[in-house]
């Protein structure tokens, strides 16, 4: 079991918006910056929003992010078919000395 | 431009040690606040932390893991090498390293390398 809890999947339809939330505790959320990667099949992990709310170079702004205490989201705007792909956050654990990261959710887009 | 790129063999036998190179380019370790993780990913499964070496040598590692691994770094060949003891087949997986910011997850990764524990 991971110390952040993601749902496991999400599906919404082509140009609808999405949000994968992210439930962690004091330790890890609560006071530290959480990150968001995006996981398409047989690739490796990619940053998608860092520092809570920044995206990367690169990434649009269909993506974005926000932190309210100890709990993430994650929003996706105009869903595309290329969208689909497990969503994972992660984050520093003060008290475990530790980099969590939530179980994955994976995204269809129906 | 950041780059990572891991490097070790593709397969162990159970009960050897594994050891991976992580070779990084466009930023340094001996930089304030730099640090390095790896992560695993066995198929099919979440993402799974296993160690992180920072600037200053400071070393974390898994709970889970703590007594098979060891991390180290070679600032001046821009290195990070893992090693994990006492290899089993539960133990194959993608290793990725990534370019890990303190306080924060990771934010460049390598391409992975997958290692395979079989006899």
């Known amino acids: 079991q991971s110390v952040l809890t993601q749902p496991p999947s999400v599906s919404a339809a082509p140009g609808q918006k999405v949000t994968i939330s992210c439930s962690g505790s004091?330790?890890?959320?609560?006071?530290?910056?959480v990150s968001w990667y995006q996981q398409l099949p047989g690739t490796a992990p990619k940053l998608l929003i860092y520092?809570?709310?920044k995206r990367p170079s690169g990434i649009p702004d269909r993506f974005s992010g926000s932190k309210s205490g100890t709990s993430a989201t994650l929003g996706i705007t105009g869903l595309q078919t290329g969208d689909e792909a497990h969503y994972y956050c992660g984050t520093w654990d003060s008290s475990l000395s530790a980099v969590v990261f939530g179980g994955g959710t994976k995204l269809t887009v129906l | 431009q950041v780059t990572l790129r891991e490097s070790g063999p593709a397969l162990v036998k159970p009960t050897q040690t594994l050891t991976l190179t992580c070779t990084f380019s466009g930023f340094s370790l001996s930089t304030s606040g730099m640090c390095v993780s790896w992560i695993r990913q066995p198929p099919g499964k979440a993402l799974e932390w296993l160690a992180r070496i920072d600037w200053d040598d400071d070393k974390y590692y898994s709970t889970s893991l703590k007594t098979r691994l060891t991390i180290s770094k070679d600032t001046s060949k821009n290195q990070v090498v893992l090693t994990m003891t006492n290899m089993d087949p539960v133990d194959t997986a993608t290793y990725y390293c990534a370019r890990n910011p303190y306080s924060s997850g990771p934010e460049y990764w390598g391409q992975g390398t997958l290692v395979t524990v079989s006899s």
């Open positions: 004091s330790s890890n959320i609560g006071n530290n910056y």
């Open positions: 520092d809570n709310n």
